[in-house]
């Protein structure tokens, strides 16, 4: 729990503290790794092909931006299928500080040709609610392995309990926005979303 969201070289020296030093650390990555060989580690969560389906029907353009390093995220999003949904990925090798740290928000963003705060972001982990946030992000919480808590709630715009529930809202929260963004998304700034307009 303590290295969810956290970027690989920080939850690495949190690991390591845990296990006692890094050498087992590694004895207990290439453990895994043999396990884990050849599986979808990651299945999908539920609601997010269609939510993905329909962000792309509207003509929302969307990144990730993750702690994991660029070329897991690739391998990940291609293993399950949904690559192809996003223009871009911004991974936490590819800042100095990982969440919850703004910095990878802030690239994804760049990297879509908008401002931090034209995106909505979805974010699962208390590491990742304070990386959006700080970066200026509106933040719909949809909790995974830790549970939504007050403080973390006083933190985003909306809690769902899955990515299926975002799927009616979309429309409400992009609408007829949706060309604003792509326009943005090549260089010519759009105005939403703001705090307000997701609630």
């Not at 060989?37 to 999908?44: C, E, K, Q, T």
């Amino acid at each position: 729990m303590q290295v969810v969201g956290l970027n690989v070289e920080e939850s690495d020296a949190v690991l390591a503290a845990l296990l006692g030093d890094p050498g087992m650390l590694d004895r207990v990555r290439r453990s895994v790794r043999e396990r884990l060989a050849g599986s979808v580690a990651y299945p999908l969560k539920r609601g997010a092909m269609e939510l993905l389906t329909v962000l792309r029907e509207q003509g929302v353009p969307c990144a990730v931006a993750s702690s994991s390093s660029a070329r897991e995220i690739e391998e990940r999003l291609t293993r399950v299928g949904v690559l192809h949904f996003f223009e871009t990925i911004a991974g936490g090798d590819e800042v100095d500080r990982g969440k919850p740290d703004p910095a990878v928000y802030q690239l994804a963003a760049a990297r879509l040709g908008v401002s931090p705060i034209q995106c909505l972001a979805f974010e699962d982990s208390p590491h990742g609610v304070a990386s959006a946030s700080a970066a200026g992000t509106t933040v719909v919480l949809v909790p995974d392995l830790q549970e939504a808590t007050p403080e973390l709630g006083r933190s985003v715009s909306l809690v769902l309990a899955s990515l299926t529930d975002a799927v009616p809202r979309v429309s409400g929260w992009f609408g007829s926005r949706s060309d604003s963004l792509r326009s943005a998304s090549r260089g010519t700034r759009a105005s939403w979303p703001n705090r307000a307009g997701t609630r």
